[in-house]
């Protein structure tokens, strides 16, 4: 089984900063990596997949980065409505995914 | 547009069986893979099992042993997935998702688009 660590566990900030999110995997995943945003009482929703490429309808500041075991998805000027938390999920061996950072207001 | 619609909420007493449908429209069936994926409360996601365009189920065996059953009607476009001998800890949310692409494209093993998620209570 692939683990997948993220960090920090929580991530306080404004709106308007940046933020960076980090995903490591216990071992190669190549760039077979996604995120996901999760609001309270709804389903995730698809942001990055294949560890670089938007999904249909992801405003351009979000990006991902990485490859291998080392992935980050970068949010480059925060909104509202991104407070949320982030998961990322892995496709290299079946699929698994990391344990999730809260994105808050500071 | 594609749609996930899932079962209503369930409450099991321990030892029981429970089964989730998810009922899909808006696409081709039987050329994405459906998944599921469950998130006990206040926890993060877990992936449960998987139904290829042929029918063909993966579970994730490591974690569920053969407690997990993952199946399909292609005559209404629905998928099932059944969880047996429950135990409190299967409290969650469970939520089917389809496939990003279908079976031809180089791009999937993502979930996207999700249904509403199915709550299932696990108590005596």
């Known amino acids: 089984e692939i683990v997948l660590t993220q960090s920090p566990a929580t991530l306080s900030l404004s709106p308007g900063e940046r933020a960076t999110l980090s995903c490591r995997a216990s071992?190669?995943?190549?760039?077979?990596l996604a995120w996901y945003q999760q609001k309270p009482g709804q389903a995730p929703r698809l942001l990055i997949y294949?560890?670089?490429s938007r999904a249909t309808g992801i405003p351009a500041r979000f990006s991902g980065s990485g490859s291998g075991t080392d992935f980050t998805l970068t949010i480059s000027h925060l909104e509202p409505e991104d407070f949320a938390v982030y998961y990322c999920?892995?496709?290299?061996?079946?699929?698994?995914f990391g344990q999730g950072t809260k994105l808050e207001i500071k | 547009q594609v749609q996930l619609v899932q079962s209503g909420a369930e409450v099991k007493e321990p030892g029981a069986s429970v089964k989730v449908s998810c009922k899909t429209s808006?696409?081709?069936?039987?050329?994405?893979?459906m998944h599921w994926v469950r998130q006990a409360p206040g926890q993060g996601l877990e992936w449960l099992g998987t139904?290829?365009?042929?029918?063909?189920?993966?579970t994730n065996a490591q974690k569920f042993r053969e407690r997990v059953t993952v199946t399909r009607d292609t005559s209404t476009s629905t998928v099932y997935i059944e969880l047996r001998s429950l135990r409190s800890d299967d409290t969650a949310v469970y939520y089917c998702?389809?496939?990003?692409?279908?079976?031809?494209?180089?791009?999937?093993?993502?979930?996207?688009?999700w249904g509403q998620g199915t709550l299932v209570t696990v108590s005596s």
């Open positions: 998702a389809r496939d990003v692409a279908d079976y031809r494209s180089p791009t999937g093993g993502y979930f996207d688009p």
């Open positions: 808006g696409y081709t069936f039987t050329n994405y893979f």
């Open positions: 139904i290829n365009p042929s029918g063909v189920s993966t």
């Open positions: 071992q190669s995943v190549s760039t077979y």
């Open positions: 294949d560890a670089s």
């Open positions: 999920q892995q496709r290299n061996n079946w699929y698994s």
